[in-house]
């Protein structure tokens, strides 16, 4: 038979475990962008998984405006990498990992293809090859 302090003890805890999340992680979160850490470090430096970094952006809207803040500074981290590899300023620079690396960190401001979506009403004429042979 349970204890009557165990009870109110899970009684407390309705719903699963006491969150770990505490107010001071948002300035670690920006901290670590500064740094130009991506999502996985941020995670490891909090002692979480990065599924909880999900579920906290989605219940705190302080935490949700730390990492993309965090996203901002870890950009500006790695554009600034660049900029000085690209001037002689860091030995051993692999400009070849870093396009391949920002390629996929930042997809939506470094990709190659971009999408775009046009509405058109009426008739369309396409014409390939251009003059007429």
């Known amino acids: 038979m349970l204890r009557p302090v165990f009870c109110a003890y899970f009684k407390s805890m309705a719903g699963g475990r006491p969150t770990k999340y505490k107010p001071e992680f948002c300035e670690t979160v920006v901290d670590c962008g500064k740094a ?31 990492i993309k803040r965090a996203e901002e500074e870890s950009l500006a981290w790695w554009e600034k990498q660049g900029r000085t590899a690209t001037f002689g300023g860091i030995d051993g620079f692999n400009p070849t990992s870093y396009i391949f690396q920002m390629k996929n960190r930042f997809r939506n401001d470094w990709r190659d293809k971009h999408d775009h979506s046009v509405e058109v009403s009426g008739e369309i004429e396409i014409v390939i090859g251009g003059e007429d042979e």
């Open 36 to 66: 130009g850490m991506g999502k996985a470090e941020i995670a490891s430096q909090l002692g979480v998984c990065r599924d909880t970094l999900l579920e906290w952006s989605k219940s705190k809207p302080e935490f949700s405006g730390a």
